[in-house]
């Protein structure tokens, strides 16, 4: 599926977004490995956030100076507030996880249930809103109305990076992700990495 990125201040500095497709996967109740580092992950991250504004910390801020919503932000504040995330499923507890060790927005689609092709689209809002061809649109940092079930079998996983993480970086972490997807999920992946001025 091919991504459109419409470029809103061709002067902003440039982050680089990454596509992943995974085909012909297993969702399901997460194993108990993932399960609990998402839940130890959560306690270092409580203990380390725990009397800091997170709007000040520089890996928050770069994006909070870019972003009206950043999509990790408000399940960052809950983990501040000891409020824990609960295991949902295997492809949004992964999700989560590595979005916050990374402070990476990341958004995840059920693929069946979009038209190609998908759009994004910064507004002067600040909003990143998606859309695909038959016009099911959202927020970047909301729920997808095309969200992951039992019955998914492929996915469409958007990743946004900072203007401080180098492509070869962002390829890393991408690789790592999918990986472990892959060993989680089964299936097969393929990713691309583009570079657009946010």
Known sequence: ??????????DNPSIHVGQIEYSHIEVGTSPQMLKGRLRLFQESLFFEYEDKVLEEVPAIKEWTDLL??????????????????DSTNSVQDLSIFFSLKYFLPILTFDADRLEESLSLAKHESGHIEWQDNAGLKGLFSQPSKAHISQDTKNILQIILFPPSISREKSEALIQSLTKMFVQIHGGESKYELIEKAL
């Open 1 to 10: 599926m091919k991504i459109h990125m419409e470029i809103s201040h061709p």
């Open 68 to 85: 009206k919503d950043v999509p990790f932000l408000p399940i960052l504040a809950d983990i501040q507030k000891e409020r824990f995330i």
